[in-house]
């Protein structure tokens, strides 16, 4: 299923939508101090279910010039969700910030250290290793 940029789904600083089988969620917020509740998260993983239509993709989680965390909770939530679980193929986390890469790093190491993920600087390279990860779980070349 793919989707345009004008079937895009917005929550607060976020956005998510699929193309050529990949989902993008893309996070945009500047205060430092905002973090993510178990209450948004749980809207996250809806829209996900909703644009993955049941297909299993990589997602490709653009955090550049973003700020601020989740809670214990809602990472906690995100990790373990068995709807979350069946849909990541991989992760593709891109990212131009020390503070936000140690957020992933941390939330890979504690919360979910089993989806296979990769940090890019850039967006080409996240959608290589998406389109990889894809076409390796689909038996693709």
Do not use: H
Not at 4 to 33: H, P, V
Not at 44 to 58: E, Q, R, S, T
Not at 91 to 120: D, M
Request: net charge neutral.
């Amino acid at each position: 299923m793919t989707a345009n940029m004008e079937d895009a789904i917005n929550i607060g600083y976020s956005k998510f939508w699929t193309d050529n089988g990949i989902l993008f969620c893309q996070f945009r917020n500047e205060n430092a101090n905002f973090k993510f509740e178990s209450s948004t998260v749980d809207l996250f993983i809806k829209v996900i279910d909703k644009l993955c239509n049941g297909k299993p993709m990589p997602f490709l989680i653009d955090s550049r010039d973003s700020k601020g965390t989740f809670t214990r909770e809602s990472s906690n939530l995100l990790a373990t969700s068995p709807i979350l679980s069946k849909l990541r193929i991989s992760e593709a986390f891109v990212l131009n910030s020390i503070g936000i890469k140690l957020v992933v790093a941390s939330y890979k190491r504690i919360y979910e250290p089993l989806t296979p993920f990769c940090v890019f600087g850039d967006l080409e390279s996240a959608k290589e290793y998406c389109m990889e990860t894809k076409n390796k779980f689909y038996g693709s070349n």
